[in-house]
């Protein structure tokens, strides 16, 4: 079994930053594909940014395009979301997903990932 941990959420003002990391651990593979999606109160969870599991190619959903940048270290299997420029609607519970992957497809669906980890809260706010 593989297990997904979040880390790095937190309260900040908009326009600040925060970074964002998610490591899987257990039964790993050689590579993932690794999403960020999020979910705000009273709303279905949406999409925010993945990096294939090989060659690092990255897509990102438009809200969140420019102001954020997934990254991965295949190495320690750990993904990390550097969030700038933060706003009051980017609040939410921010979830990473991750699925053995050796190619380069992008996977925006929440139902192509197979292991999800917790959760992590971020609150933007003056």
């Known amino acids: 079994q593989v297990q997904v941990v979040e880390s790095g959420g937190g309260s900040v003002q908009p326009g600040g930053s925060l970074r964002l990391s998610c490591t899987a651990s257990g039964r790993t593979y050689s590579n993932y594909a690794m999403g960020w999606f999020r979910q705000a109160p009273g709303k279905e969870r949406e999409f925010v940014a993945t990096?294939?599991?090989?060659?690092?190619?990255?897509y990102y959903a438009d809200y969140v395009k420019g102001r954020f940048t997934i990254s991965k270290n295949n190495t320690r299997n750990t993904s990390y979301l550097q969030m700038n420029n933060l706003q009051p609607e980017d609040t939410a519970v921010y979830y990473c997903a991750a699925v053995a992957s050796t190619n380069l497809w992008i996977y925006n669906s929440p139902g192509s990932y197979n292991y999800w980890g917790q959760g992590t809260q971020v609150t933007v706010s003056s």
């Open positions: 990096i294939s599991g090989i060659g690092g190619r990255t």
